[in-house]
């Protein structure tokens, strides 16, 4: 029994090491061409880190690693001018965090300095010595911005309007860095690409000077600003009724601008003979519960109530001519 399983063993990697050798024999392009595509990205990225000088060459980038990030517990282990961070120390890896991170002049001209500032307040060198926290907020602090980059003035406003510390109470426990990736997140999910010029503008405006109460601050500067892009998409861009602007953005989207505009955008694509009985279709009870991220099941059961109201119309006109034409022949036979 041992010789026969040892037997098909052997006959099992045969036929599959067979398989293997007919496989990259048959595509051996693919396969030199998959591992010089990998061997490129690798010696790429390393080249670009090798390359770099030590903290990119910026005064900017090195004086916010060096006082901000690393802080005074790493003081000591700074390079001399002119010289290379030891390998493993806060300013090796803070040089290395940089040249990860800064991509392009806006992360180094701009982003970097508002992230390190963002992140020193929430995690100052003085109560959390040790660096890694402050590290891991610069990637998170990028992460926002991806949310909305290209687009720098986004980034920009909601860094200095929307999460501005003016008219904020000092008891307020919101760090600026927790308020701009509330700030991207919103932008990025609830506007229409399309306006985010006219929502920068709103947002740097009357909407960065709003602190009622000093509490919910950022929601009320970011519900300021969603309304005065749906002023201008409503009115300027689409020319919409009232009663069509009040029933997407209220009615039917929980003042969710993007499925405010995907809403008007169905209503004015509908015949306007059937625009009113879609909105009673919409808030029809089968219909409502759903959340504005749920637009299109909405409008999916709408469509369906109305394709459903129009078939039971024709169902009883072809009933009523039926009936007509029955009555007429019983006429005429009576006759």
């Not at 990860?100 to 060198?125: R, V």
């Amino acid at each position: 029994k041992l010789h026969t399983m040892s037997t098909n063993t052997n006959q099992l990697i045969f036929v599959c090491c067979t398989f293997l050798a007919l496989l990259v024999m048959s595509r051996p392009c693919e396969a030199k061409v998959a591992t010089a595509s990998m061997v490129q990205d690798g010696s790429s990225s390393s080249s670009h880190i090798k390359d770099s000088p030590p903290f990119q060459g910026n005064f900017l980038i090195e004086d916010k690693c060096q006082f901000t990030l690393c802080g005074e517990r790493y003081m000591a282990e700074w390079p001399r001018p002119g010289t290379v961070p030891v390998a493993g120390s806060c300013a090796s890896d803070c040089s290395l965090l940089a040249i990860t991170l800064n991509q392009n002049k806006f992360h180094k001209e701009f982003l970097w300095s508002s992230c390190a500032d963002m992140c020193g307040d929430k995690y100052p060198a003085a109560e959390v010595p040790e660096y890694k926290s402050r590290f891991g907020c610069m990637d998170s602090c990028y992460k926002s911005y991806s949310k909305v980059a290209p687009h720098h003035n986004i980034a920009r406003y909601c860094i200095k309007s929307a999460c501005s510390r003016r008219g904020i109470a000092s008891t307020d426990n919101v760090y600026e860095v927790d308020c701009f990736s509330d700030c991207s997140s919103h932008v990025s999910e609830s506007v229409p690409e399309s306006s985010w010029r006219v929502w920068a503008k709103a947002i740097s405006g009357e909407c960065a000077s709003i602190h009622f109460n000093n509490t919910n601050v950022l929601q009320q500067r970011l519900r300021c600003a969603d309304s005065e892009v749906w002023e201008h998409i409503s009115k300027v861009e689409k020319k919409a009724e009232e009663a069509h602007s009040e029933h997407c953005l209220h009615t039917i989207c929980n003042k969710h601008v993007k499925c405010g505009l995907s809403c008007l955008d169905h209503i004015h694509n509908l015949h306007h003979t059937k625009r009113t009985e879609w909105m009673e279709c919409s808030t029809s009870s089968a219909c409502a519960a759903t959340s504005p991220q749920e637009w299109h099941t909405r409008q999916q059961c709408a469509d369906t109530c109305q394709l459903r109201r129009e078939q039971q119309r024709e169902e009883a006109r072809l009933s009523q001519l039926n009936a007509e034409a029955a009555r007429s022949q019983l006429h005429l036979y009576s006759n």
